[in-house]
């Protein structure tokens, strides 16, 4: 059988080092679950648009103004970017140049507010994102940030939400500039709504960071913050299935803006073969079949929750209502830190990664919880039952974890799963003819 290989890598057989380990990437993508939260498998027309010669060009600019010539194709593509992020999100205005989610944050702080100014967003340990105001990021070092989390585990799960009284409370103590919404390890719904209310009692703007609900968004399947917010960034590669990337969507009266802070204020030359995969990835989420994808996501989260409700597993807020479920490890085991499970669930062929869960006794590097998602197997076609699967499966792992029969056995029981829902059954474009790169 000749195995689909990634697009390009036939002009790779010169270079056989990077071939084999391209190779050797895929067949782990193929033969593995893939269950981190902010990953997806992207279509073979997003591989070859990123793979494309738009990489030699630079672009400098934005189309009709761009400081470099020969840009009559990459502004066509850039456009046509920026018009499908407009449309899908029903936005007034799209700037698809943004790097990555990071890159688009901070472009927006550099749009909206000025150095030192207060901006009030989630904590990391709760769920936020580095980008919003952790110490170690340019974000915490640059601005004042003030923290809210979420309210305090309850029996009945329905603890561990964001905490708005806290956030108003916040508000109107500190004045922010800015109020941000926004979450990387958050299970449930994110209402854009009261955060608007709460900005404008306070006259702060408001800031979604969509990074993760992204696709859902897209798809209706989250409450759109488009329209709610006055900036709303996100990643092009979670649950919106593009390539690695990020966009901003906002109003027309801070089009300007945001265009001036991300060139020239944070970027050189964009990533005009990286747009042309963006472009690619808009027109895929505004098709009906996306939709039905972004359903089966969360329908998926719900049965793996579920599943790992019943081997014993504490789900932080109870549940889920997204893509992602977070798990509390110490119901299950109270020796056990994420950072093990992790590593022992790496080992029986399961991708996910150790997460803090809200007040983690425990610090970021080791956590007491595991954070799960289903964007990139709902990709590959699994369902309710695999997920089901799946949640026995880690729980297997995890409570034998000292047992390597075990382990491998779990191992073999994932490498048969996968061989039902590859996410590259067909040759990608570009594959060689079977034998050039050699055996691997
Ligand atoms: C993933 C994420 C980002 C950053 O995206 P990168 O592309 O990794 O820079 C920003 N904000 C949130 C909430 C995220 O989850």
Known sequence: MTEPIPPGTDALAGDPEVAALLAAELDRQR??????????????????????????????????????????????????????????FGAEHANVQPHSGASANL???????????????????????????????????????????????????????????????????????????????????????????????????????????????????????????DVVTLTTHKTLRGPRGGAILCREELAKAIDGAVFPGLQGGPLEHVIAAKAVAFGEAARPEFKAYAGQILRNAVALAASLAGEGFRLVAGGTENHTVLVDLRAFDPELTGKQAQEVLDRAGITCNRNQIPDDPRSPFVTSGLRLGTPAETTAGMGEAEMGEIGSLIARVLSSRDDEAAIAEVREQVRTLCAKFDPYPAPLPGAPVAGTLGSR
């Not at 033969?31 to 060009?57: D, G, H, M, R, W």
């Not at 100014?117 to 340019?138: C, E, F, K, N, Y």
């Not at 390890?185 to 006259?203: H, K, L």
């Open 31 to 88: 033969t593995t679950v893939q269950l981190i939260a902010s990953e997806n498998f992207t279509s073979p027309a997003v591989l070859a648009a990123s793979a494309s010669v738009l990489t030699n060009k630079y672009s400098e600019g934005y189309p009709g103004r761009r400081y470099y010539g020969g840009n009559v194709y990459a502004d066509q593509v850039e456009d046509l970017a920026r018009h499908r992020a407009a449309s899908l």
């Open 107 to 229: 472009a927006a702080y550099l749009a909206l507010v000025e150095p030192g100014d207060t901006i009030l967003a989630m904590r990391l340990d709760q769920g936020g994102h580095l980008t919003h105001g952790s110490p170690v990021s340019i974000t915490g070092k640059t601005y004042r940030f003030v923290s809210y989390g979420v309210t305090p585990a309850a029996e009945d799960g329905s603890g561990e939400r964001i905490d708005l009284d806290h956030v108003r409370d916040l508000a109107r103590a500190e004045r922010p500039r800015l109020i941000v919404a926004g979450t990387t390890a958050y299970s449930r719904i994110i209402d854009p709504r009261p955060f608007r209310e709460i900005a404008d009692e306070v006259g702060a703007r408001f800031m979604f960071d969509a990074a993760h609900p992204a696709g859902l968004i897209a798809a209706g399947v989250h409450p759109s913050p488009v329209g709610v917010a």
